[in-house]
């Protein structure tokens, strides 16, 4: 059984055990800064332009309460402390955490605001004792300002107290929003007047100390005024508070960079309050597009609360360690569902990366342009444009006009049918797609190095690439385009079935060296989960894509999970790359990818396998897990669960917050699993719900309407059986899309019932 650690609330999920199996994350973020933090208050935040440099501000963060010659952290630190009471909320946008020891209770509180690259701490103190209390509050803050710590590193920065503006600042050249390296200044800066501060890693952590341990804390239980000069830089500031019995004190803090010592904002407490509520309404509106009611409370929780948050998070910052473009694209269109014209101004963002030759880069980081010779990045700008076009129901969004990044300007609907046009030019084997250094398996790296290898997976989703740009260049009034683009979908699924096809099985792709992967003939590797997805996905020959989606059913779904590979790898093969070189069952290798998995509940919904989506959901979810403890947090979604192979670590989730499989988790939930498919007309619905699921509802708002739905099954298996729909009381065609009207809300009521 997992043991509890906490519980979902109405504003959030509550951590009542410090000591959780791992860190349990937060993302706090805006445009241009992103921070995270835990349940103990770990983490790290930095800025990052448009080129994606980026300048880490905190590479770690504490609070220290000390009274007399004994200190505790205010964040819930070292284990051994026994505080009296404990307990983390992360909400939407903030994490409190709220701790009381000797007495004393202590709120943190950690939020970043709407703009500015800086993020905010407010701690609230109560002398909950019978006697009068006098401490010192110490916020501290690693910094890589001035570069990571590194034994014997060169340090040639400053940091220093600014009277004047009542902050400690850091010093550090960085190139950030131009090509040259400039001097910026972290800082730390607080609403009342400050009573101690430290600058010196030396003289606050110590040479041999640690953030357990500090030298100023151990030896003078507060800061020691220091400045710094060519020495490893922190930033600790300190308060002195006497309080009366049951009296308490708010103190507010600023932690950000900026490019000169006079750009240092300078906020009252009162506006530091107004921009935590600017904050809050800001994701109230953008997350108040979609919500679901289920029978499954953890889900209604991760959905309403999280899934939506996390979708947003992705559509800005991809996997947050660098700006995929991929990821950032296929973000946006999970966003679309539920905030269009957000959606499709993070898209014309993207778009503004990729080459006017059609090609798009794997990323872009440092200041640079990475390609790193992945071959799918543009074929999700096509995905992205139709689903967003669709949601707005304009296409005059296809006319917009958006730079490439080597110069040139094309509209919206140019810069997809380049990134079509490229891909069906970029061809190997047998005329299909080229998978060069990887495609979505960014771990398949060397199959195609050499120009010639191929991906069957990447060319099935070129022809559902086509096919939508076929549809799209239908509404644009451009027919001629509309049949190239149809002759190329019809092209490639020919190519595809001729040499992808393998009796009961799509292959996964065909290497330099004209090996099959993911053939019935190669002892590892011999299935893979996605070209029999996307089978479905792009409407492939019906009756293989059935027959491959049985024989899915049969090798790759396990009690676990699915998974996206099997057997596993169990040594290095150099002509298909990394992914051979993970341990098995990790990941990519064997493992239950939840991308993939999120992806089946897609087509479970499509081939109407009403079973499979619940199985596939109980599977899924973190707090269905039920056939392996797991560890990671309830809140948000992970990249993976470690396959059997790794022993120990079974059916443990790999990364969280940083992956697509919440993004699709979404997307599967209200474009397929309740059906609701934007058309020029109206609101399309067409469910597929799980078998248990007797009464659900959806709310979305689309188009400037409310959109209501409530979902009632009457007899047994008939969840995606449509019977009659009632808008509004009055009963209308089932088949049809519902209109929207502007500023309504339309009470939809489903009948599902066997005929």
Known sequence: MNKEYGHFTQSGYRITERETPRHWYNYLYNDEYITFVSQVGFGQGFAQDDMGRRIQVVDDRTVYIAEEKEFWQATGLPMQMEPETYYCEHGIGYTDIVMQYHGI????????PNE??????RVRIKNNSAERRTLKVIPYYATAIDCRYTPQGYETDWAKFVQEKNCIIGTGMAAFGTKDSTRHYAYVAATEALNGFDTRHNAFIGPYGNKLLPKAMLENAGCMNSDCIAEKICLAVEHVVTLEAQEEKVLYYTIGVEKSIEDIPEYTAEQIEEQFQGMQEKYRMICDGVSIETPWDDLNHLFNDWLKYQTNMGSRWARVRHNGFRDLTSDTECLSCFDAPLAAERLCRVLSYQYNTGYAPRTFLNGAVADKNFSDNTVWLVFATYAITKE???ISFLWREVPFQNGETGSVYEHV???VEF???????HGLVKIWGGDWNDCMNKAGLGGKGVSVWLSIAFVRAAKMMSQMAEWTGC???AKVFSGYANEMEKRIEQYGWDGDRYIYAISDEEYRIGAKECEEGSMYALPQLWSVMAGLDEEHSVTAMDTLEAELNTNMGLLVSKPPYTKPLPYIGTMTAKYPGLHENGGVYLHAAVWKLAVDAMLKRNDKIEEGLSKILPGHHEYYET?????AMFNSYLGEQTGYRAGKPGQSWRTASGQWLLYSLVHYVYGLHPEFAGLKICPCLPPSWKHCSISKMFRGCRYHIHFEQRTAGACNTMEKIYVNG?????KLPVKPIVGEILEIKVILANV
């Open 105 to 112: 209770l202590s709120e943190c509180r950690y939020f970043v």
């Open 116 to 121: 500015g690259r800086r993020e905010y701490l």
């Open 392 to 394: 707005l129901g304009d």
């Open 417 to 419: 049918r380049r990134s």
């Open 423 to 429: 891909l069906w030019n970029f061809t190997g084997h």
């Open 479 to 481: 027919p001629e385009d």
């Open 631 to 635: 560890c990671g947090e309830p809140y």
């Open 730 to 734: 009055k009963e209308v065609n089932p």
